[in-house]
């Protein structure tokens, strides 16, 4: 007889009786643990004062080295730690803006020994405090990577930067903000050391207090789904600068392992402002100011001819390349007209901002509060920016092992836009390719501005930022930590145009109305456990773990219409409606184990491995892993370092690491679209091939090495940081043309491609004088970028074209991303009479490689002067070299045949030579200019009033800012601005075609605090 196989049922019911058995077990050794290590501790207790006026700093972070235990000092600055176990430890104090301070200190059982600190107000660049992906703060000697931080608030006080943005730009090398124009309201695009992806974009994640939020720069979903011509509204600045207290930037894969899937672009991690122990401390300040229009546009000119032969009647314009050939027209007279300026359209726009914040609190609970309104309008009438912030953050601590917080931002913004850039309806478009001639049309070419301001087009914005995160400590070597969080973006776009007012074409004659609504969800849950231990006095050991969650929806809903009613803005009063819907969305889980070791407290090591699913991978492909190891040796602190005089400090660092960038969230999916179709006089639902999808595909996959050095020189005045990186991007997304003859859409996506970037990077930062009555210092910084196309893994694919026009820029192996690509062309004046004719210039056989419109090398120069002991004068500028820009504005001049190189005799031969290229030859190679530059970015003058001016309004602090942004620029670039993109954040796309340029600010500023 066969014996009877044992149940699954019964097997379950004894794994989970002995699944039990073991938690019973382990937690009982833990509470025996706990209970005998109870017996051998003590404490620690002290002050924390401020060595330059021995008053208490509040708000201090107190930890034993080796452990998570910690403290906050209260507002008279004391602190207690309890727990402690018996031996001798290290103990050190962390607060931005402080040079760190450690100690050490014998604690025997039931002791309770006093250690008071005294910090510093200078912070040592070794020891400043970074926010790791684990969500812990670790010094910067302990890492392996330049995680650069940027002072928000100071940053904020003495350059009033108008956005995100503005803060960002050029305060770090490596990190590039491209700006688009001069519109108020749009947005830059930024790179983080390079472009890596072909198809996805390059922009880098930015989270906000441990939460990812939304930074779409660009497309229909994300930036606008209402087109103006190029620009576009960044998520990026709908933050407040004012509400932000650091930024850190992680700047590749060898740094952000632990972000995962999506951060191979690098991260952008912003820690808004916290509250301290202490009396309620008020902040208001008014700012107000002008954005002024300082553009040197371009007239336009035509000729008048007289006839030399037959078929030419006189009078009509004779442009040079027709006048060098003898037999044709003479130029009889040339006349230009300047309609941007004559019949401007411009605005002096005006900046006003107002804030209040409230921080404080007592030992147990901070807080932060703030209020912002910001009104800016444009130089141009329509563009208008309405914005009110609201933030709350709340830190509490529940007992000595748990703190919970709070953080809470609301934005709501109106934001009206005008037509420009590729737009027929643009402003500066149709002065630019106007006439010379101020009857027609005041000189238009298409739409005078008051029939452009006639089109209303606008952005509202009710953004909700907000988290939730709690800190357990349930022993002394363990952390539990936990944040959870969403980003909620309504975003309502509309365009109206009523009938009958704009003559552009019959469309815009009959009036039309756009209403597009959009969501979207950003959801964010991690969770990370945190293991310390000191094995020695020598040896300490982090373990870490985490899971990670984050989920992306985008819901729009599109609606339009034509042939608009009269007296109606709405809907309802369109013959022709037309709908539309856009669903997407994905989801990466993830989780990682990190280890790191301690040696002396000055040689580290870090191993990380992060593994993700996605739901935007191909169902073929279901998991990925992105390993990371990096170290750090302080190796001017080992024992047989020689001492010099010169050097305070030494550090070298290296790391490696990998990471990703997700699919779109539809590109490995095969789906169709719903269509209307008509068939026997009637609609009858059908389907279209929309994507064939891949089973496959997997994410873009990036790994980068990176080295370097941090030093302290002559007393720790000067630091110096150097860093090499060598970044590959292999997989990357490349869309593959399928063969017609497949029956189905042609264009699949496959991983293909491999990008390289490799670079540079070096930051000085000096204190040259510092006496009571002067100070002086000086941040200087320069880096490069090499961007290649290494291949396409895939030998029949030769090149992808693209650009303006649609063949301006391409991607091609052996040459930078999105590089520009035209035929060649020599000319020569044969018969030396100054005229280029069209026979005089001679085009190659095939398209080279122009230039990149990417800045490859770059520096910036800063500078803090405090003097009179009232006073401090601040300034920086940035300088940009090695790319070229398509001055596509002067080329489509010449098209139109108003340009100077087509009618003004005293223009050069290579401006002639390009006119005649463009109009002959359809070719743009001439107007690819050299775009280097050097810009006055800011400059500052701050006031700090006396004490008994403050006290005479009740306050304890009163400061004056004058402020001057974008006030010079220095290059020889021949277009009206070098820093333009007619394609706004576009990820390869860049032009410079009838584009507004970046406007200069002056600005006042008051702060006053209570």
Avoid at 741 to 759: D, M, Y
Avoid at 864 to 889: M, P, Q
Wanted: glycine fraction near 10%; charged fraction near 15%; aromatic fraction near 10%.
């Amino acid at each position: 007889m066969r014996s009877r196989a044992p149940s699954k049922r019964g097997s379950m019911h004894s794994s989970n009786r002995r699944t039990l058995l073991a938690f019973l077990g382990f937690g009982a050794l833990l509470v025996g643990v706990a209970r005998a290590s109870a017996a051998q501790q003590g404490s620690v207790a002290g002050q924390v004062t401020d060595k330059s006026n021995q008053q208490p700093v509040s708000g201090a972070q107190v930890l034993i080295i080796g452990t998570n235990l910690q403290s906050l000092t209260s507002r008279e600055g004391r602190y207690a730690i309890t727990r402690v176990p018996a031996g001798r430890h290290d103990v050190q104090v962390r607060l931005i803006g402080y040079a760190t301070a450690t100690q050490p200190v014998t604690v025997g059982a039931g002791e309770a020994p006093t250690l008071d600190f005294s910090l510093a107000p200078a912070a040592v660049p070794l020891d400043v405090v970074v926010v790791t992906g684990t969500g812990a703060e670790q010094l910067k000697r302990e890492l392996g990577n330049s995680i650069p931080t940027i002072d928000a608030a100071k940053t904020v006080e003495q350059a009033a930067p108008t956005n995100v943005a503005d803060l960002l730009n050029s305060r770090v090398p490596g990190v590039q903000v491209l700006s688009s124009g001069g519109t108020t309201g749009t947005g830059s695009r930024v790179r983080i050391r390079g472009s890596s992806s072909l198809s996805l974009t390059n922009e880098p994640i930015v989270i906000v207090d441990g939460i990812r939020v939304d930074n779409g720069a660009t497309g229909v979903l994300r930036a606008s789904s209402i087109g103006i011509g190029g620009q576009a509204p960044s998520r990026l600045n709908d933050l407040n600068p004012d509400e932000i207290e650091s930024i850190e930037v992680v700047k590749g894969p060898s740094a952000a392992a632990l972000y995962g899937t999506d951060a191979v672009n690098g991260v952008i991690q912003i820690r808004t402002k916290r509250g301290r122990p202490g009396p309620t401390r008020w902040t208001a300040f008014v700012e107000g100011g002008s954005v002024n229009e300082i553009t040197a546009w371009p007239a336009n000119f035509t000729t008048v001819g007289d006839s030399v032969g037959a078929g030419f009647t006189p009078g009509d314009p004779c442009p040079l390349y027709i006048a060098a050939v003898d037999t044709i027209c003479t130029i009889n007279a040339v006349k230009s007209f300047n309609p941007l300026e004559v019949y401007s359209p411009f605005q002096t726009g005006s900046r006003q901002h107002y804030g209040l914040s409230a921080s404080g609190g007592n030992d147990q609970t901070t807080f932060f509060t703030s209020g912002d309104f910001e009104r800016e309008k444009g130089v141009y009438r329509p563009n208008d920016l309405r914005n009110v912030s609201l933030r709350a953050n709340l830190r509490h601590q529940a007992s000595r092992l748990l703190d919970l917080g709070v953080n809470v931002g609301y934005v709501s913004s109106d934001l009206g836009l005008p037509q420009n850039d590729n737009n027929s309806a643009g402003i500066a478009s149709s002065g630019l390719l106007g006439f010379a001639d101020s009857s027609i049309n005041h000189g238009y070419g298409f739409l005078t501005p008051s029939q452009a301001f006639d089109i209303f087009v606008s952005q509202s914005v009710e953004r909700f930022t907000g988290s939730v995160n709690a800190t357990f400590r349930p022993t002394s070597f363990l952390t539990l930590r936990g944040v959870v969080g969403s980003d909620v973006n309504n975003r309502f776009d509309e365009q109206t145009i009523p009938p009958g007012i704009v003559p552009l074409n019959q469309n815009t004659l009959d009036g039309n109305r756009i209403s597009n609504r959009t969501q979207i969800l950003d959801y964010t849950a991690n969770f990370t456990a945190e293991a310390a231990y000191r094995f020695s006095p020598e040896i300490t050991s982090k373990t870490s773990f985490g899971f990670q969650y984050f989920k992306d929806a985008i819901n729009q809903t599109q609606a339009s219409g034509r042939k608009l009613v009269a007296g109606t803005a709405s809907l309802s009063g369109v013959v022709v409606p037309t709908v539309g819907e856009n669903i997407d969305q994905f989801v990466t889980i993830g989780g990682y184990v990190e280890e790191q070791f301690g040696f002396h407290d000055r040689l580290f090591f870090t191993g990380a491995l992060r593994g993700d699913d996605n739901s935007a991978f191909g169902s073929a492909f279901n998991f990925i892993t992105y390993p990371k190891i990096s170290g750090s040796w302080v190796i001017s602190e080992e024992p047989f370092f020689p001492r010099l005089s010169w050097l305070s400090s030494l550090r070298l660092r290296a790391a490696w690491g990998k990471s990703g960038r997700q699919p779109g969230p539809t590109d490995a999916k095969q789906f169709f679209n719903p269509v209307a179709v008509a068939t026997n006089s009637t609609d009858a639902p059908g389907i279209t091939d929309s994507s064939l999808g891949n089973t496959n595909l997997k994410p873009e996959k990036t790994q980068e090495y990176e080295a370097g050095l941090d030093a302290d020189l002559l007393s720790r005045r000067v630091h110096l940081e150097f860093t090499y990186y060598d970044k590959k991007s292999k997989d990357a997304l490349i869309a593959v043309r399928r063969a017609p003859s497949l029956g189905r859409t042609t264009n699949q996506f496959l991983n293909l491609g491999e990008v390289s970037n490799k670079g540079l990077e070096i930051q000085a930062t000096a204190q040259i004088v510092q006496t009571p009555n002067f100070g002086w210092s000086v941040t200087a910084s320069a880096w490069d970028n090499r961007n290649r196309l290494v291949s396409f893994g895939d030998t029949s694919i030769k090149a992808i074209i693209f650009g303006l026009g649609g063949a301006s820029q391409r991607h091609q192996p052996g040459y930078p991303l999105g590089g520009y690509w035209d035929f060649p062309y020599t000319y020569q004046d044969l018969d030396g009479d100054g005229l280029i004719s069209a026979s005089e210039v001679t085009v190659g056989a095939q398209p080279t490689y122009q230039g990149t419109p990417f800045p490859t090398y770059g520096g910036t120069l800063s500078s803090e002067v405090n003097f009179l002991r009232h006073f401090r004068l601040y300034g920086l500028l940035d300088g940009r070299w090695g790319n070229r820009l398509d001055n596509s504005t002067e080329e489509f001049r010449c098209e139109f045949g108003i340009c100077k190189g087509m009618n003004v005799a005293s223009a050069s031969l290579a401006q002639q030579a390009a006119a005649v290229a463009a109009v002959a030859d359809g070719l743009e190679t001439g107007f690819f200019e050299d775009a280097g530059f050097v810009k006055l970015r800011e400059l500052s003058l701050t006031y700090f009033a006396p004490g008994a001016w403050a006290s005479r309004l009740g306050a304890s602090a009163l400061t004056f800012t004058l402020t001057g942004r974008n006030l010079a620029t220095w290059t020889k670039y021949t277009g009206v601005d070098p820093e333009l993109n007619d394609a706004g954040q576009s990820n390869f796309n860049t032009a410079d075609f009838l584009t507004q340029p970046p406007v200069r600010y002056f600005l006042a500023r008051i702060n006053v605090t209570f």
